[in-house]
């Protein structure tokens, strides 16, 4: 991964932008749309720049030598940090990046993202958001609780994101009885070691297990699909997991 995806929170802080012409404006505008206050070069409590400008390097360097966060446009090998493209449904932010390599590539996935993400997807954030007491009330245990909403957010399950919902679906969800618990361990056998040869099924079961158990030789590719914040453990250790265990082995 080249990059730290982060979703940083500018409301109220003051941002630099540099420069003139559309792309300039572009920068000032997407500033202000995220609440913060568009400020010049000078300004001392600013941490993030935009530069937009034939000639950026003294400029970036001098921006840097403060500890201010510099994005230089078309400028990637400059840039402290890009911007992607964003996909916008109420409080869910879907950005695509590049890293630089191609913002029109970016734009077209993000447009392609646009058709397939209802319009109700944010409403239906801010439900889960709102029922967030009461989901702890009926699943205590956490690791419960992330197989429940698991198995209500995949496709074509109570709260499948890609459809509309009805606006007290989460309500309705909740009050539903509990399907039957999913298997706790599940074991996938590599074939290969192309993460891109998993299984639909295979890649979901990584994406949503609370513990991996693999063996040595598993490569770090495969490793990378499972949840960030996912236990790693070696296949001899047997303590005791809660929520879904995955056994990675080679075949």
Do not use: Y
């Amino acid at each position: 991964m080249h990059s730290l995806p982060l979703f940083h929170r500018i409301a109220g802080h003051p941002v630099i932008v540099l420069g003139e012409g559309a792309a300039a404006e572009a920068k000032r505008r997407l500033v202000e749309r995220a609440g913060g206050t568009v400020v010049g070069e000078g300004d001392p409590a600013a941490r993030l720049a935009f530069v937009v400008d034939d000639a950026p390097e003294a400029t970036a360097t001098r921006l840097r030598a403060r500890s201010i966060l510099v994005n230089v446009a078309d400028r990637p090998d400059l840039c402290d940090f890009t911007l992607p493209s964003v996909l916008e449904r109420g409080p869910v932010l879907v950005a695509v990046s590049t890293g630089g390599a191609s913002a029109g590539l970016a734009k077209a996935l993000r447009l392609r993202l646009e058709g397939l993400l209802p319009a109700s997807l944010g409403a239906l954030a801010e439900r889960l958001a709102a029922a967030r007491n009461a989901m702890r009330a009926r699943w205590p245990d956490a690791g419960a609780r992330r197989s429940a909403i698991d198995a209500a957010l995949t496709g074509g399950g109570a709260l499948d994101p890609l459809v509309e919902h009805h606006p007290d679906a989460v309500e309705r969800w909740l009050g539903e009885e509990s399907p039957a618990s999913q298997p706790a361990i599940a074991e996938i056998v590599l074939r290969n070691d192309d993460p891109d040869e998993l299984t639909l099924r295979e890649a979901r079961l990584l994406g949503t297990a609370d513990v991996i158990r693999h063996a040595p030789n598993v490569p770090a590719a495969i490793l990378a699909r499972a949840r960030a914040d996912a236990e790693r453990r070696a296949l001899d250790d047997t303590s005791p997991a809660s929520g879904l265990t995955i056994i990675l082995k080679r075949a």
